[in-house]
């Protein structure tokens, strides 16, 4: 015994547990302090990714917005219609925020092949719930490159009807006579029946329909809706008003005024004209109570 601690000394033999139970909890310990340490290393790294991914975030939106000013600055000097200039911005802000995830993605660490593995994975969901999406998108392009109407435009779609403010990707946007906003989706929009008031130099035509009883003359009825265009200060004289019979009912005769006014007049023209015909066509006993 002598011998054998001159050669190895106590305090440098390792002491080993000779039960199971302690040589058990000896390994839990090891294992516990193991993944102590991966979660703190995953921790730390998990805060430099977001720190990196904010940085870049905080970078590339700055870069982002001075990118969108300069070519809003480039638009406004070309001789673009309003709405496709609205419409290329929106396109290319979205482009510019879909490379900036994708560098944001790689620089954290996370391989593309991944993220493309997982967009094919859930693309066909993602297609099905935004189908209505695609085609208003495609919509959106069809009507940029038809050019049914433009940036200013009265028209009138899908039962609606407005000036149009602009065309974004998914929505074409009115404005009412009321001053109501209303968003059209382009899909649509561009398949059914579009109605533009503005084709002369924004200049609209308006139109009441009278219905004047039987036995009064004819010309003479026109002679007094004529008169009453030839008066009224906001009424064009090219294209020159109409007035005529347009049609013979049971108990009446249907004529058909219409006149043409600059859009900013055609709300107060339009007014005018139905009290005036009114007033002269009751004053010479030309409409009797029914």
């Known amino acids: 015994m002598v011998l054998l601690q001159t050669i190895v000394p106590a305090d440098s033999i390792a002491v080993v547990p000779t039960d199971a139970a302690s040589f058990g909890r000896l390994i839990k310990e090891g294992d516990y302090q193991q993944l102590m340490d991966n979660m703190l290393t995953w921790g730390l790294d998990l805060l430099v990714n977001i720190l990196i991914a904010v940085v870049i975030f905080v970078i590339g939106r700055f870069l982002i917005i001075k990118i969108d000013k300069f070519v809003g600055k480039v638009m406004r000097k070309s001789s673009w219609d309003v709405v496709l200039k609205g419409f290329l911005r929106s396109v290319i802000q979205t482009f510019l925020f879909v490379v900036l995830f994708m560098i944001i993605i790689n620089a954290v660490g996370v391989k593309t092949v991944s993220i493309a593995a997982i967009i094919a994975a859930v693309g066909l969901a993602v297609g099905l719930a935004m189908k209505d999406n695609l085609a208003n998108f495609?919509?959106?392009?069809?009507?940029?490159?038809?050019?049914?109407?433009?940036?200013?435009?009265?028209?009138?779609?899908?039962?609606?009807?407005?000036?149009?403010?602009?065309?974004g990707i998914l929505h074409t946007v009115l404005r009412t006579a009321d001053n109501k906003t209303i968003y059209i989706p382009n899909g649509p929009l561009s398949t059914g029946s579009?109605?533009?008031?503005?084709?002369?130099?924004?200049?609209?035509?308006?139109?009441?329909?009278?219905?004047?009883?039987?036995?009064?003359?004819?010309?003479?009825?026109?002679?007094?809706?004529?008169?009453?265009?030839?008066?009224?200060?906001g009424i064009l004289k090219h294209p020159a008003p109409f007035a005529r019979m347009t049609k013979i009912n049971n108990?009446?005769?249907?004529?058909?005024?219409?006149?043409?006014?600059?859009?900013?007049?055609?709300?107060?023209?339009k007014h005018d004209i139905g009290e005036a015909v009114y007033r002269e066509l009751h004053e010479n006993g030309m409409i009797t109570p029914k």
């Open 138 to 167: 495609a919509g959106g392009v069809m009507i940029l490159l038809s050019k049914p109407f433009r940036g200013g435009d009265f028209i009138r779609a899908q039962n609606l009807e407005g000036t149009v403010e602009s065309i």
């Open 194 to 233: 579009i109605v533009n008031n503005n084709s002369i130099d924004g200049i609209l035509r308006t139109e009441i329909i009278v219905n004047v009883d039987y036995g009064n003359d004819i010309e003479k009825v026109k002679e007094l809706m004529l008169a009453i265009a030839d008066k009224h200060s």
């Open 251 to 269: 108990n009446s005769l249907e004529f058909t005024f219409r006149v043409w006014a600059r859009k900013s007049d055609l709300s107060s023209v």
